[in-house]
């Protein structure tokens, strides 16, 4: 059985990710990108789907683990009635294939251990044939295009399909186990050094860290942790940010609401933008302006709300049926079915990310405006139709308020770009929509018995991305109509003090939730109390949300308060970057409370 989702260490080499249980165990891996087949799936399913358990045989008596200083190298030590021993995980930074390397310490007495090797491609299914190098040296797992090869000193042998080895540490002594994936049709890909490395894997991270700007006086180890995620996360040939390394991890225990998150979000991306700048990293910025660029490039009727890490644009959904899904919660989803869906939102988005990206001075290539005014066209003759919303609702289209203030933000913005970087474009017209848009939102988005914003037109429920309505510049924070909307969702949409991004009392009237909090939701309320100047507040809320990271700093998408654990795909980027930028607010907020940090230029 899996572990919690909390109880999970991640390590990745920029291109893919896995993620270590507190056990010892790499229960998932997607090779030779994030969003490959699994060869490790025993997050969903079982050992027999995939994983490689490395742990001492004897009785364990406690359990520690970290990240060595600002890297992603896992350090876990387990502690025995024979001695210590710690478990060193990491990928290094890629070269010409990618490697998982797991080095065996012993730290005190003498300790012996267990390895399990269990590889099946294809998500969990797909056995592979498994032979000695011909060279001689590592054991070799091959299933049509995949191929995984084995290097260590240790005498393994096979049993029932899997791969095991016992062997013993001493103290001082140093094992290594190194795992290379490559094409099944190209040879076998080259050993590491692994001592080399763990010290290449070290200075890379170490230096990278060096970068930040970030000196805020919030909470600055648990950003740096974030952003070591959100770079974790970023596929380096192409600069697009994977929400999560997973997919079906559920948003309600034991549900259906279970998604692929392992592509790129447009929804994401003025909030990374910010992210990335405001902490010194304005070369992963461009890298992730440039992939927007290139993803949204074509007609703007067919841009998508997410695409794949290259770009790709069909991500069709299908179920994994041989998989049991994490706790049992079903179906195994791979591919996502919603990035054919209609969502204004992304419009406002992408807008305001190319226009944040001015304003900060990056360099954009000499075509962006022209593509953004083919957008902003299109924009003027959709914009009032009905779509899915933010959260990718698979029911009926609606008319969702926030789909409609993104509406606003994307006319807002290029209006304000051509009028500071002195670019041509139909004003007039873009300056009457843009009124047209937000008297329309305010008229029928706005309900006065509520005295609340609503999720969508004619509802009387609410929803969380009404948090969003300040920090994009749509009415000012001390607005009674936005103070109104806060004190609606304090009212009716918190859960043990963490906020819900869908009303409780949707579902025929029922209480009960139907997901997790949603953590990045949280934050946004905490960054809200920060622009409307109640810091006490704002602190409370970013509080609540750092205390749930696990003892690796990592969150998931979502919390569940009753049950006291994380839900949903993990580690979510939106939440770590949620933390980010809450963090730089609160800071900026501390040191000049007459002048917070801005999300945004707006």
Sequence with gaps: MASRIEDYGLIGDCETAALVGRDGSIDWLCW????????????????????????????????????????????????????????????????????????????????????ELVIRFGFGVDVPWVKKNPDGEGLLAISGQDMTVLRTPVETRGQDLTTLADFEVGEGDTVPFVLTYGASFQPVPEPIDPEAALRDTEDYWTDWCRRSTYDGSVQRDLVMRALITLKALTFRPTGGIVAAPTTSLPEKLGGARNWDYRFCWLRDATFTLLALMNSGYTEEAAA?????????????????????????????????????????????????????????????????????????????????????????????????????????????????????????????????????????????KWRVLREAIHRDVCQRGFDPTLNSFVESYGSKLLDASLLLLPSVGFLPPDDPRIRGTIAAVDRHMMRDGFVLRHDPREASGEVQPIEGAFLACSLWLADAHVLAGDLDKAQTMFDRVVAVANDLGLLAEEFDPGAGRQTGNFPQALTHIALINTAHNLSAARADAEKPAVQRST
């Design 32 to 115: 030779p990108a994030f969003d490959s087949d699994a060869c490790f799936a025993a997050l969903l399913g079982t050992s027999r789907n995939g994983r490689w358990l490395l742990t001492p045989t004897g009785e364990i008596k406690r359990t520690t683990r970290r990240y060595r200083d600002d890297t992603l190298i896992l350090e876990t030590r387990f502690e025995t009635a024979d001695g210590v021993v710690d478990l060193i995980d990491f990928m290094p930074p890629r070269g010409k294939a990618s490697d998982v390397v797991r080095l065996v310490r012993g730290v005190s007495g003498r300790v012996k251990m267990h390895m």
């Design 288 to 428: 992730w302006h440039n992939w927007l660029l290139r993803a949204a490039a074509g007609a703007p009727v067919n841009m998508q709300i997410m695409y794949g890490i290259l770009g790709q644009r069909r991500l069709l959904e299908w179920e994994a049926g041989w998989l049991s899904g994490y706790e049992g919660a079903q179906p195994v989803r791979v591919g996502n079915a919603a990035h054919a869906q209609l969502q204004l939102d992304v419009y406002g988005e992408l807008i305001d990310a190319f226009h944040q990206s001015r304003m900060a001075k990056l360099k954009l290539d000499e075509e962006n405006w022209s593509l953004e005014c083919t957008v902003v066209n299109h924009l003027a003759e959709v914009w009032d139709q009905p779509d899915h919303g933010i959260w990718e609702r698979r029911g009926v289209p609606r008319h969702y308020v926030f789909s409609k203030v993104m509406c606003w933000v994307a006319f807002d913005r290029a209006i304000k770009s051509a009028e500071r970087f002195g670019f041509k474009g139909p004003l007039v």
